[in-house]
Every structure is written in C-alpha cells, then in structure tokens.
C-alpha cells in the first residue's frame, strides 16, 4: 500500500519559534505537495515540488518555505510562527493520482 | 486550471445509489476529471479520474457528459461510511511542474440510515 507519513499527528508551538513540518513517501513519487485546511476555507495550496530541489509557489506562499533535498522527503518550514498558521497541515504526493497524509494539526500559541 | 462547481451538500439513503454532479464548463482538452473525498478528520483519498470516456472501479463510476463541460460521479450502493465532503477536480495529468490539484469547497454527501 501507499504510504505518505507526516512525521506530527499534533503540534503545539509558541509564537515565534521555527516549526519543521516533515513528509516521506515511499512511492517515488516526483510530485509533492504542502496544504493547509481551515473551515470555510477549504483546502489550499501552499508549495509544491516536481523534483529533488525543485520548488514552486502554490496560492498562499507567504509566511512558508519548503526543502527537497532527497525525493522522499518534502519539509514545511514556517520561519517565525505566528497564531494565524494555527491549522491542519496536509501532505501529499503524486503519479497519475494524489495519495495524501494523514495530516499535522498545528495549534501556535 | 479549470473550475468546478458542486452543489455544497446532497443527502442520499443508505442502500441507494449517491449520484454527484460536477460541473467544469471551462475544461481543456489536456485536462482530466479528478474526484476525491475526505472524511472527517482524515486527509482525501482518491476515488476515480477520468478524461473523455466513462469509468468504473470498486469504489465508484465516473460519467463524463460528451461535451466534457460536466461529470457525475455515482456510488452505487451509499453506506453510512461513504459520509464525507466530495471534490471534483479538474487538472492536467501528473508530472511536471504544471501539475498540481486546486480543491475547491465541494459536496458534503450524508448518507442517512
């Protein structure tokens, strides 16, 4: 079976602290991709990578940056939390269809 | 990419079959019919794709009108587990940087004992 792991189910962070979000697959999946999802809101993308070290910006970028240095592996990173990145966070990856994490639920306080 | 719009809830009864429509009116021809749910609490999983032709696998059929500017994806039999928000997608196929999925609010299907 596939497999996307998230390495957080639940995360509790202070304001101001760098914040590691980390994904595998174990497909060999080129694509992978980082959303959040808040009610109302729905599922929005925030980076994406088609390739080791590759990198683009999804809808809502700012506040992120992302790491791919070996293919499996895809890393959320938010510089300086904040309260307003308090959200689920969803990992996924991609070959003809998109296989999801389970998700991090992030809570900055 | 192409959008889509979906009715925000249906309801359907358990045994019956759930039908949900999609409509994509602005698809391009390179561009496939993607669906996808999400149960509460779970990230989405992938139920069907298609481009011009009609599918079917264990989990549900996909009806994609001749025009393609509109799908509809039917789960035969409803069970109380198949509860969850129903997304259909529009996307070119996988690969490369132009490839990624952009969710829209889609269909809350209850599924009623």
């Known amino acids: 079976d596939v497999k996307v792991t998230q390495s957080s189910r639940y995360l509790v962070k202070r304001t101001g602290e760098k914040v590691f979000l980390e994904c595998v697959q174990d497909m060999d999946h080129e694509n992978m991709f980082w959303y959040r999802q808040d009610p109302g809101l729905g599922l929005r993308l925030i980076y994406f990578?088609?390739?080791?070290?590759?990198?683009e910006k999804g809808d809502i970028p700012e506040g992120y940056s992302v790491s791919r240095e070996k293919k499996e592996r895809f890393s959320l990173i938010l510089e300086s939390a904040s309260t307003n990145q308090t959200s689920m966070y969803l990992c996924a990856s991609s070959f003809l269809r998109t296989f999801f994490g389970q998700g991090t639920r992030l809570t900055v306080v | 990419d192409a959008k889509t719009t979906q009715p925000p809830s249906m309801d359907c009864a358990e045994g019956r079959a759930a039908n949900l429509p999609c409509n994509h009116s602005t698809i391009s021809g390179n561009e496939y019919v993607y669906w996808y749910r999400q149960i509460h609490s779970q990230g989405p999983q992938y139920i069907i794709h298609?481009?011009?032709n009609n599918e079917t696998n264990e989990m549900a059929s996909l009806i994609i009108t001749e025009d393609r500017k509109s799908s509809t994806l039917i789960l035969p039999h409803a069970t109380l587990r198949d509860t969850a928000v129903y997304y259909c997608i529009v996307s070119q196929n996988s690969g490369g940087s132009n490839y990624k999925l952009t969710f829209g609010k889609g269909t809350l299907l209850t599924v009623n004992p």
């Open positions: 298609g481009l011009k």
């Open positions: 990578s088609y390739d080791v070290k590759m990198k």
